[in-house]
């Protein structure tokens, strides 16, 4: 069974430019969920996708968007990245089958100069 | 706001020393609490799902309980391994949406 796995592991852009990470689920799971964490905080919940569709936000600008594929497979877009936007960003997958229970990818860790 | 308070933010043991986590939540109509431990610049990895007052489980040196406002990671004789950040998490109603607590740092030391 494979893990969840994220890439990049590691990038660094400007302010104001745009970046793309990318998530693949756990087998056979179809719900995927993105956070950011910033340095000695909990993950923030951003949003979720199930089934290809939006199917939760947080508290998190429009600038923040995503894509679920029908492999479950994620993308998550930040445009106009700002320099709060510096985090780890964390890559959940799940599903009815597993309870619920969000199993986490490795991240990705973005840093914004 | 459904909220997620995690204390103490950090806890420093000596190895065999046991202590207890707590993590209360103001959620409404519980759907499940659950535990991750997070080790530095790794993602969470899951440890225990609790649903109802009451319920226990445990894995080695670790168990989770759970009551009607809060749940407890108890640690018994901690080993240097166990240093590391551990979260809780409970679910918006649908599960579409979930709160973490700010965590709890935990070091061993031998």
């Known amino acids: 069974e494979t893990g969840v796995t994220q890439s990049p592991t590691h990038l660094i852009k400007t302010r104001g430019q745009q970046v793309t990470l990318r998530c693949s689920s756990q087998?056979?799971?179809?719900?995927v969920s993105w956070y950011q964490q910033a340095l000695g905080q909990g993950p923030q919940f951003i949003f979720q996708?199930?089934?290809?569709?939006?199917?939760g936000r947080g508290n998190f600008p429009p600038r923040f968007s995503g894509l679920q594929f029908p492999n479950y497979s994620s993308e998550l877009n930040v445009n106009a990245l700002e320099l709060d936007d510096s985090a780890l960003y964390l890559c959940?997958?799940?599903?009815?089958?597993?309870?619920?229970?969000?199993?986490f990818g490795p991240g990705t860790r973005l840093l914004v100069l | 706001e459904d909220q997620v308070t995690q204390s103490p933010e950090a806890l420093r043991l000596q190895e065999g020393e046991s202590s207890s986590l707590n993590c209360s939540y103001t959620?409404?109509?519980?759907?499940?609490l659950f535990w991750y431990r997070q080790d530095p610049g790794k993602g969470p990895e899951f440890l225990f799902t609790?649903?109802?007052a009451g319920e226990e489980k445990e894995k080695e040196r670790l168990k989770a309980t759970l009551t009607k406002k809060e749940s407890f990671l108890h640690i018994t004789a901690p080993k240097p391994e166990d240093s590391a950040t551990y979260l809780c998490?409970?679910?918006?109603?649908?599960?579409?949406?979930?709160?973490f607590g700010s965590g709890t740092k935990l070091n061993v030391k031998p």
């Open positions: 959940a997958s799940s599903s009815e089958g597993s309870g619920e229970t969000q199993y």
């Open positions: 996708y199930y089934r290809e569709e939006e199917n």
């Open positions: 609790l649903y109802s």
């Open positions: 998490a409970v679910p918006a109603y649908n599960f579409n949406k979930f709160y």
């Open positions: 087998s056979g799971h179809n719900t």
């Open positions: 959620v409404s109509g519980l759907r499940g």
